[in-house]
T-cell receptor
Framework: DSGVTQTPKHLITATGQRVTLRCSPRSGDLSVYWYQQSLDQGLQFLIQYYNGEERAKGNILERFSAQQFPDLHSELNLSSLELGDSALYFC??????????????FGPGTRLLVL | AQKVTQAQTEISVVEKEDVTLDCVYETRDTTYYLFWYKQPPSGELVFLIRRNSFDEQNEISGRYSWNFQKSTSSFNFTITASQVVDSAVYFC?????????????FGKGTKLTVNP
């Protein structure tokens, strides 16, 4: 158990809908990262937050957005869902250390199926 | 741009065999960080090891060992005396130090099946 929690574990929805994925980082970790794992694209970085502020952005679609709240939990919002958004979405967290990227510990993932 | 290549898509071995998973990386940076993660059938991503580019010592942890060779840009992972529980997809990943980015760039993964 990495200490990172994600809810829900599974989500089934229809095209055009909107969903929210939730992540709680490990105790003390200020950085939260979101990754998407799909069969065709593999594991892709989406976005990083550090202590409530957006730190880095990857190949995140405009239909997707995220935020990190004062209690450090994060939410990934996916809207106008398409079949191709079906994937496993991971959240990871790490502790901040100046000058050196820290190890990212991953949650169990949320499996999203868009029908 | 940074890139991680895991040329072996799938490997199948019989229990107690040794197996090496290859990882080749590309980076323009002189300082970078390499990782291995394991994804068992249950789906979670489990951190195995981190190696900094300035530390070329190889590492052994039980049946696991890692061989880091800067000269060939490789960071290979060997499992000695494999067990059925080692069956999983293994990912090699890279972080460059420049620019403050902390995004992990993953290889496509190697699916290891250990048969009894």
């Amino acid at each position: 158990d990495s200490g990172v929690t994600q809810t829900p574990k599974h989500l089934i929805t229809a095209t055009g809908q909107r969903v929210t994925l939730r992540c709680s980082p490990r105790s003390g970790d200020l950085s939260v990262y979101w990754y998407q794992q799909s069969l065709d694209q593999g594991l892709q970085f989406l976005i990083q937050y550090y202590n409530g502020e957006e730190r880095a952005k990857g190949n995140i679609l405009e239909r997707f957005s995220a935020q990190q709240f004062p209690d450090l939990h994060s939410e990934l919002n996916l809207s106008s869902l398409e079949l191709g958004d079906s994937a496993l979405y991971f959240c990871a967290s790490s502790v901040e250390l100046a000058g050196s990227p820290r190890t990212q510990y991953f949650g169990p993932g949320t499996r999203l199926l868009v029908l | 741009a940074q890139k991680v290549t895991q040329a072996q898509t799938e490997i199948s071995v019989v229990e107690k065999e040794d197996v090496t998973l290859d990882c080749v990386y590309e980076t323009r940076d002189t300082t970078y960080y390499l990782f291995w993660y394991k994804q068992p059938p249950s789906g979670e991503l489990v951190f195995l090891i981190r190696r900094n580019s300035f530390d070329e010592q190889n590492e052994i942890s039980g049946r696991y060992s890692w061989n880091f060779q800067k000269s060939t840009s490789s960071f290979n992972f060997t499992i000695t005396a494999s067990q059925v529980v080692d069956s999983a997809v293994y990912f090699c990943a890279l972080i460059e130090a420049q620019g403050g980015s902390e995004k992990l760039v993953f290889g496509k993964g190697t699916k290891l099946t250990v048969n009894p």
